[in-house]
């Protein structure tokens, strides 16, 4: 990738749960993830963590850099960006970048989804829960993080109610409620490997909303 080889971008290495962009820090480079996972993250005022997305290295550019959206608002992150990995990244100062990008309506445009997106995202979090749809939110991210692995449809046991609570930002102990109910209905298991969904058209149908749940 040409961007990878302008002077003054450099490669680098952070540990796990190193700090990438700290909360509230000026950010003067973007990151390019070349390999590792990386989480979106913020403290509210109260302490608590609410994680708002996962970043892996991806085959787009746009998806694969950390921090790029801050470059469009006022420079200062309001997220922490935190390896849970190994991360190994190239760090592109914002001059190189906004050079780069400026006569690339492609990228440009992609950024634009990429905003949209997260926009989204966010609203559809704080609508579910003004409007009590929680368990319909926790029943989307179970079918978004499902892998296949030897004929079962697996969310890794990385994912614990306190992972889930963080993602959702609500109690652990009411993801606990609705993981009991949707167990109890057939429709997960919870084992070792982590959680077996068990029947994914009945746990799509809390996820659109077209059944609601009591817990």
């Known amino acids: 990738m040409d961007l990878l080889k302008i002077p003054g971008v450099v490669y680098c290495e952070f540990k796990n749960n190193g700090y990438i962009i700290r909360q509230g820090e000026k950010v003067d480079s973007i990151y390019y993830l070349v390999s590792g996972t990386c989480y979106r993250t913020s403290i509210t005022e109260k302490g608590d ?26 420079g200062i992150s309001s997220n922490h960006f935190i390896a849970r990995s190994k991360c190994c990244c190239y760090k592109i100062p914002k001059e190189i970048f906004l050079q780069y ?6 990228l440009l445009t992609e950024l634009l989804y990429l ?6 995202e966010l609203a559809g979090s704080f609508q579910a829960r003004q409007e009590g749809k929680v368990a ?12 296949t692995i030897q004929g079962k449809r697996l969310i890794n046991k990385g994912y614990s109610n306190s992972e889930i609570s963080r993602f959702l930002g609500i109690h652990k102990v009411t ?27 009945r746990l799509d149908n809390y996820a659109q909303a077209e059944k609601m749940m009591d817990y």
């Open 49 to 74: 963590e609410i994680i708002y997305g996962v970043k892996e290295s991806n085959k787009s550019l746009v998806h694969s850099l950390l921090g790029v959206l801050v470059l469009y608002c006022d």
């Open 115 to 120: 905003a949209m997106w997260e926009l989204r």
């Open 175 to 201: 993801v606990a409620r609705i993981l009991r109910v949707l167990k109890d209905e057939g429709i997960i298991d919870k084992q070792k490997e982590g959680i077996i969904i068990l029947d994914e058209d």
């Open 136 to 147: 319909n939110r926790l029943c989307k991210l179970l079918l978004i993080k499902a892998q």
């Open 101 to 106: 990008v400026q006569d690339k309506p492609d």
